[in-house]
């Protein structure tokens, strides 16, 4: 099992940029594939990014591709979303999920194929 802590969120003026983190607590991070998803007031929970358990693919929705940029650091159980050229249409609550052992290609966006999530951290991007 593993628990998810996010942090970084905050109030940011639309152009701006802010650093999603996510803290894992277990000794096998590094067996989960993470992502990233928000969700937006009377908005169903959608995907943002994902990164493979080593790092070595990461995944974005169309309309965060080029501004965000997910990462991980296996050997501190943590990911991170930088997220760059905010728009008011960011603002959401954004959640970190975990995989265990991975999730094929064609489903990275599922929140079904995600087994644990972290609280949230509330984005507000003002325009």
């Known amino acids: 099992q593993v628990q998810l802590v996010e942090s970084g969120g905050g109030l940011v003026q639309a152009g701006g940029s802010l650093r999603l983190s996510c803290a894992a607590s277990?000794?096998?991070?590094?067996?989960?594939?993470m992502g990233w998803f928000r969700q937006a007031p009377g908005k169903e929970r959608e995907f943002v990014s994902h990164i493979t358990r080593t790092g070595s693919s990461t995944y974005y929705a169309d309309s965060v591709k080029g501004r965000f940029t997910i990462s991980r650091d296996n050997a501190k159980n943590m990911v991170y979303l930088q997220m760059n050229s905010l728009k008011s249409e960011d603002t959401a609550v954004f959640y970190c999920?975990?995989?265990?052992?991975?999730?094929?290609?064609?489903?990275?966006?599922?929140?079904?194929?995600?087994?644990?999530w972290g609280q949230g951290t509330q984005v507000t991007v003002s325009s």
């Open positions: 999920a975990a995989a265990l052992l991975g999730v094929r290609r064609e489903l990275v966006s599922s929140v079904r194929e995600y087994d644990y």
């Open positions: 277990g000794r096998t991070f590094s067996s989960y594939a």
